[in-house]
Structures are given as C-alpha cells and as structure tokens.
C-alpha cells in the first residue's frame, strides 16, 4: 500500500498550488481519500475529503472557496487544487485513505511540504 502526495512548493501569498496523492496497493474506487496538514508546532487538522464516487466533498471552513478536491479514480489520483495561499496554509499536506466512513482512516502517506511567504 502506497499513497503518494506530491506537488508542494514555495509560493507567495495569493498563488496557487496543486497537490496530488497516488495511490497504489488497494481498492482505490472504494476508499474515501483525505487531505491533511500539519504546520509547524501544530497539530494535524483536516483540509477536505472526497467520497469513493466523487459525489461528495467536504473542506475545513478555513479552506471553503479557495481549495479544491477532486479524484481520478482510473489514474488512483487524488488532487488538492489550492487557490489564493495564506502564510498560514504553510504546512506539510499529507493524503489519507478511509474504506468505512466515521471510523480512522486506514492509510496514511509521506506528506509534502507547501511554504507561503508574505
């Protein structure tokens, strides 16, 4: 099992970054896939999550408007586009996958690092 976030970077406030998690090693199309992030001296706190079919997102009310989650399940593919970066989305963006809803995600990947400077 293998989930693989990629695509972070160094921007100035108000650019864009767009992050991907490949997965490899298990069912993708049946899993639920996370983004999270944890900043320096933080804890980790959920950014958004989209559902097996892609019917269904949710994002954190800090990320609503400027972030966008969507999957390409023939490509395993997980994107986070993030729009309008704050110096406070600075963080390593980590993926995650959930087979069963409500319970603890079931596997996590290596994160990647996003750096907005002011």
């Known amino acids: 099992v293998q989930l693989q976030a990629s695509g972070g970077g160094s921007v100035q406030a108000g650019g864009s970054l767009r992050l991907s998690c490949v997965a490899s090693?298990?069912?993708?199309?049946?899993?639920?896939i996370g983004w999270f992030r944890q900043a320096p001296g933080k804890e980790r706190e959920g950014v958004s999550c989209?559902?097996?079919?892609?019917?269904?997102?949710h994002y954190a009310d800090s990320m609503k408007g400027r972030f966008t989650i969507s999957r390409d399940n023939a490509k395993t593919t997980v994107y986070l586009q993030m729009n309008s970066l704050k110096p406070e989305d600075t963080a390593v963006y980590s993926c995650?996958?959930?087979?069963?809803?409500?319970?603890?995600?079931?596997?996590w990947g290596q994160g990647t690092l996003v750096t907005v400077s002011s």
């Open positions: 090693g298990f069912p993708f199309r049946n899993y639920a």
């Open positions: 995650a996958a959930q087979l069963r809803v409500g319970r603890s995600y079931d596997y």
């Open positions: 989209i559902s097996p079919s892609d019917g269904d997102t």
